[in-house]
């Protein structure tokens, strides 16, 4: 992979608790985004259908696989996750590994 490579992943949160997560979302935990960015994730945005709660992520990253993998070590992560694990849909996951990665096929630059 080159530092170019975007990833774009789905998540789906719980439509009855969009605002609450829009309104956790406007203070993201500082050591939480130093984390992001010690892990290279760049570039990072989320888009949210609020009739739904469907969640588009993209995230620009060298290596994908090695970003999730340097979040997976870091406490507060674990911490973040637990917090917002309320606002989604319940799985068997923590919204951080029921990411649904989507495959890139079209891009104009």
């Excluded at 956790?24 to 259908?49: K, T």
């Excluded at 309320?86 to 890139?104: K, V």
Aim: charged fraction near 30%; include cysteine; proline fraction near 4%.
């Amino acid at each position: 992979m080159n530092d170019d490579d975007r990833v774009c992943f789905l998540m789906h949160l719980r439509p009855d608790l969009v605002d609450e997560y829009l309104e956790a979302h406007r203070a993201v935990w500082p050591e939480m985004l130093d984390a992001l960015r010690r892990h290279g994730w760049r570039d990072y945005s989320l888009f949210v259908r609020e009739r739904d709660g469907l969640i588009v992520g993209v995230v620009t990253c060298a290596d994908f696989e090695a970003a999730l993998a340097g979040m997976e070590a870091e406490p507060v992560n674990a911490r973040w996750q637990a917090f917002m694990s309320r606002y989604f849909i319940a799985d068997e996951h923590r919204p951080d590994q029921g990411m649904e990665r989507l495959s890139a096929y079209f891009h104009l630059a």
